[in-house]
Structures are given as C-alpha cells and as structure tokens.
C-alpha cells in the first residue's frame, strides 16, 4: 500500500537520510579543500592515506543527490559535482577501472546528473558584477570514456552480453543490466536492445522469472557455467532498460519482472523488499528500490503493475522508518527493514556506508512514487 504521509513528510525523511549519511560519511579527500567522497564506514579510522577505494559506492552516492536534486534539495548538485571530480581524482585521474560494472554505474550517475544541468554554462555575477565560473559543469569527457570502456566489453564471446572485469571470463547481469540502460539512454537503442535480448535468453530464470547473476568459462569442460544466484539488484538496472526502450515486448516483461520481484524478493506476506547483509550487498536493494519507483510512474505500464511497484518502494521505506535510531543528531538506518537498526547497531558499533547509503535510495525512491502519485 502507498504511504499514507503527506509528500513533506516523505520528502523530509529523505532529507534525514541524506544528511545523516553526509555527516556520517562525507569528507574531502586528503584533508584538500573543494572534494568530496564518502568513507566506508563510520566512524572512519584515522589514516594518513585514503581507505578502502569502493568505485561503485561513489557512483550511487552520485546517484542518491541526483535523486535528492530532481525534488529540490539545496546544495545536492554542488555536492554531486565536487564527488564526480573527486571519484575522478581519487581514481588515478581517470574515469575508468577494473570492472565494468562499477564503469555503468558511474555512466547512469554522471548521465543524469549532466543532464540536470543547463546546456551552456550559467555565468553568475559576483555583488561587484565580476562572472564567477559556475558550481557545476558537464562531464562530457568523462561519459565518453565511460561507454568507449563500456562498448570494448560487448562481444560475441557466449552469445553476447558484456564481460564483468578486464579479465575476460565472466559475462553477468551486474554489468550487462546497467550498461544497457546506458545505451539506451544515451542514444545506442540498438545495442541495448541486444544486451536486453541476451539477458532473456542465457540468464532470465523460467521459474522465478528473475535474472540469474552470469555465465562464465567452464573451466576444464567447454560448456560455459551459468552462476545460479539471484540478487535484487541485478532485477533493478534491467527494469529501467526495459522501461526506457519500451515496445510491447519490452513492457510485457518489464510488467512480468515487477511481478516476480514481488512473488519472489519481498518478504512473506508483505511488501517490503528481502535486503542481502551488510558490504557491497547491502547496496543492493536501495537500486532495485530506485527502478522499481521509475516503474511506479511510468504511463507505460498497466495501473496494477504501477501499483505494485510502488507498493514494494512504500513499504520498504516505511519499513526502514520505523526501525531506524539515533546517533546523537544522525539516523541510523536497518540493514533488514523488519529489524530495528539498534539490534544490528547498538551503541559504540560502527556502521558501514552501503546500507545506510542503500535506506537513502529507497527514501528517495519513496518520494518519487509520492510524487508521481500525489
């Protein structure tokens, strides 16, 4: 069911979350003044050098003041520009990586918060009437290198899809679901149809009608080896795909995939979405959360599907909310939404980046669905 509370209030617990994980977790980079990346844990311990280097924790970070701009929240697009030049800074200078996967997370983040943006430059005046350069700019160079890395990893090898790593011997859902939606978004229809089309034919599960997680090398015996796991994310990316490309075909089973989510990733007799623990798990479910409210208010698709989505973001956020706590003025969110966030987190216990990182999303999707239904 469709939270009951005003849109404010929704809108303001969102708020909550994205200053809670600011105070938590934001910080410049080196002590350098005008960055911005977010610790894995909090507290952080004290390094002389930066900690653990989470690429694609950075880009949903980008991803969540995207959401947090698109309903007017002050100062989440200077946050989000300084974080891309920082994730930029912290990599080496360069926008690419290892994995492909981590390279279209940060392709979708950069995307949209470009395209917040207006087309040219916004010359602002100083008192004295001296321009100052504007507090953000596009990434053009940036994107381009992104989906050059993204299209080098889109073979024939198994039929199709895209490769996991540089290493070349795992295709999986985590990197063919939101590369696709980049080159749908982006303009490249085509292939982001071929990527969806591989997905249905080599991992789309008949039973639970979700997507496996890949297929890799078999080793000593020619047949490839398809990895059974089923995670919510890997539904999340493919959605959107599936949405943006839109077709009956498409819609068809972007509308059986909500289904499935519903029957298989939420928890027995409600709405609330299954999270996986804590780490690069607990990133998961916030994403599915984020496609599933695109799909909430999408004119596309039946009214019962919409429903349904946008039941599973509600609840899963109202969820979340009841059993958050307190740090002093910080909230402290649940990795699982039917436990309390103090049993998980008692007092003096340090708290990981992605699942409160994972509760923000899944307020802002919360927002999003009100928003759209309101």
Do not use: C
């Amino acid at each position: 069911m469709l939270s009951e509370q005003p849109l404010h209030e929704i809108q303001a617990r969102a708020d909550d979350a994205a200053a809670s994980v600011a105070a938590a977790f934001a910080r410049p980079l080196l002590g350098l003044p005008g960055t911005r990346l977010a610790a894995v844990e909090s507290p952080a311990p004290r390094r002389l050098l930066p900690g653990p280097w989470h690429y694609w924790w950075q880009a949903h970070y980008v991803d969540a003041l995207v959401d947090a701009a698109l309903r007017g929240a002050p100062d989440a697009v200077g946050q989000a520009h300084q974080l891309i030049r920082t994730i930029r800074l912290r990599n080496g200078l360069r926008a690419t990586n290892w994995y492909f996967d981590d390279m279209a997370w940060l392709a979708l983040a950069v995307a949209r918060f470009d395209a917040l943006l207006p087309s040219r430059p916004v010359r602002r005046s100083d008192d004295d009437g001296a321009p100052r350069r504007p507090a953000a700019r596009r990434h053009p160079r940036m994107l381009a290198a992104l989906t050059e890395a993204l299209r080098s990893a889109h073979t024939m090898e198994f039929g199709g899809g895209l490769y996991w790593n540089r290493r070349r011997t795992f295709k999986n859902t985590p990197a063919t679901g939101p590369a696709a939606l980049h080159f749908a978004r982006s303009g490249e229809r085509e292939r982001s149809q071929a990527l969806i089309d591989w997905l249905n034919s080599s991992l789309l599960d008949a039973e639970t009608g979700l997507y496996l997680d890949g297929i890799k090398a078999g080793g000593t015996t020619a047949d490839p080896v398809v990895e059974r796991a089923v995670f919510s994310y890997n539904q999340g990316p493919v959605l959107g795909a599936l949405l943006e490309l839109g077709g009956p075909a498409n819609l068809a089973r972007a509308a059986q995939l909500i289904d499935a989510v519903h029957r298989v990733l939420t928890h027995s007799g409600t709405a609330v979405l299954v999270t996986h623990g804590t780490g690069d798990a607990g990133l998961f479910t916030g994403i599915l959360a984020r496609y599933l409210a695109l799909a909430a208010v999408s004119p596309t698709l039946p009214e019962r599907h919409r429903e349904q989505a946008a039941a599973m973001v509600s609840a899963t956020a109202e969820a979340l909310w009841a059993g958050r706590t307190k740090r002093g003025q910080r909230t402290v969110f649940s990795p699982h939404p039917l436990e309390a966030a103090e049993r998980h987190y008692p007092g003096g216990t340090g708290v990981g980046l992605s699942t409160q990182l994972s509760a923000w999303i899944i307020l802002e999707a919360a927002a999003r669905v009100r928003r759209g239904h309101g």
